[in-house]
């Protein structure tokens, strides 16, 4: 019988020993997030319950070209605050508690490369003016525009292939930018696979 007592007792303590291993190592974790840098904070759950953890603001847009202001190589910068009680360490690695209200860091956002090319104008000029070949002179074609205006849009087959093909934003300008279209109007989106794009493997039959 002594054996036996003496056994659950050593399994009794293992098992309070590795609980109370398990809630250091929980609370260690615990504390090590709540003092990571701020650019690694993330949307998530926050001392039980379900809130932001930060909140990036909306770019400033230029007027001109419809794109955030700091765009520069397809990449704009947004500045980001974390929520009240958020503690993390700022970029120069000193640690703060925010309230909401300070900036913590900076988040990259894509932004388009545009060269003053507006969308509105390529459609409009390619509906009306189309079989003079007005929208390839205005996209920067001006072989093709020529030739359209020759052969009056040869024979209006060219001028509707060229309405939808610059309608679906396929033929762009020819400096390789892209159209001047509204920052919160609609935008088409080129959907593309590339080596990054996740392909769902086919079930085999």
């Not at 892209?178 to 920052?183: E, G, K, L, Q, R």
Request: with cysteine; charged share 20%.
């Amino acid at each position: 019988m002594v054996p036996c007592r003496t056994l659950l007792l050593y399994l009794r303590s293992a098992m309070w020993t590795l609980l109370f291993y398990c809630a250091c190592f929980q609370l260690t974790e615990v504390l090590t997030e709540d003092v990571q840098s701020c650019e690694h904070l993330r949307l998530g759950h926050v001392d039980s319950f379900t809130r932001l953890m930060y909140l990036c603001n909306g770019p400033k847009i230029d007027e001109a070209t419809q794109e955030p202001e700091s765009c520069r190589d397809t990449r704009a910068w947004v500045e980001c605050l974390p929520a009240p009680n958020i503690s993390c360490r700022l970029s120069n690695g000193t640690e703060f508690r925010f309230s909401g209200k300070e900036v913590g860091f900076n988040k990259t956002i894509s932004c388009r490369n545009v060269s003053g090319y507006s969308y509105k104008v390529a459609v409009a000029l390619s509906l009306f003016l189309g079989w003079i070949g007005a929208d390839r002179f205005y996209l920067g074609y001006p072989a093709l525009g020529l030739l359209k205006f020759c052969t009056v849009g040869f024979c209006g087959i060219g001028t509707l292939i060229d309405f939808i093909l610059i309608t679906m934003q396929i033929v762009g300008p020819a400096d390789g930018s892209n159209y001047i279209v509204d920052y919160y109007g609609a935008r088409l989106t080129r959907l593309s696979i590339t080596n990054q794009t996740y392909r769902k493997p086919h079930l085999s039959l």
